[in-house]
């Protein structure tokens, strides 16, 4: 069913070897009983929940004891499901998650477009600042641009400038133009 959305990437036979898998394979869901030698699956879920927090657990059991469930609630597994888990139950389960990693899959492709454009936009705003500098324009201005540009302008003392050569050659260029016009 879930054949173009997900694929299994690996098994574990113990905790230990869950918590080592998780830590290597980075997967988005891990699926795992509660009793399972070595560690068992609540211990191995914190131990997997600090380093990775946004994986998603789903506890599979036997034990319908409410301690278990809610521990598993307090360090941040999915669901708790008791066995025998019918498809239908595991399948809305799944679903669930799939919709969740996709929110969050498509917010930080949101978030990355953005902070690609902000740096766009910071190295136009570098520009300008040196410019600026350059022309002898108001403090003010300059302010305004290095707020824009994410500089505390209250802890900028020194701006450290690096021009490639046709750089350079554009600035001056640019310099005298103004020079002429004034």
Known sequence: FYKDK???VGEASNGE???????TLQPDIILMDIQMPKT???DASKEIKKHLKEVNIIILTAYSQFEYAKE???IGVKDYLLK????????ECI??????????????EKELGIKNKIEKLRYLLEEEIILQIINGKDYEGIEKNLNLAGFDEKNVFGIL???HEKDVLKLEEEYKNIKRNL
Request: charge should be positive.
């Open 95 to 108: 679903d669930n998650i799939l919709q969740v990693i996709a929110k969050r899959r498509e917010k930080r």
């Open 6 to 8: 997900i694929e299994i």
């Open 84 to 91: 025998p888990v019918s498809n239908s139950e595991l399948q």
């Open 17 to 23: 070897e869950v918590v080592e898998k998780a830590f």
């Open 40 to 42: 068992n699956g609540i």
């Open 72 to 74: 598993g609630i307090k």
């Open 161 to 163: 400038v690096k021009c």
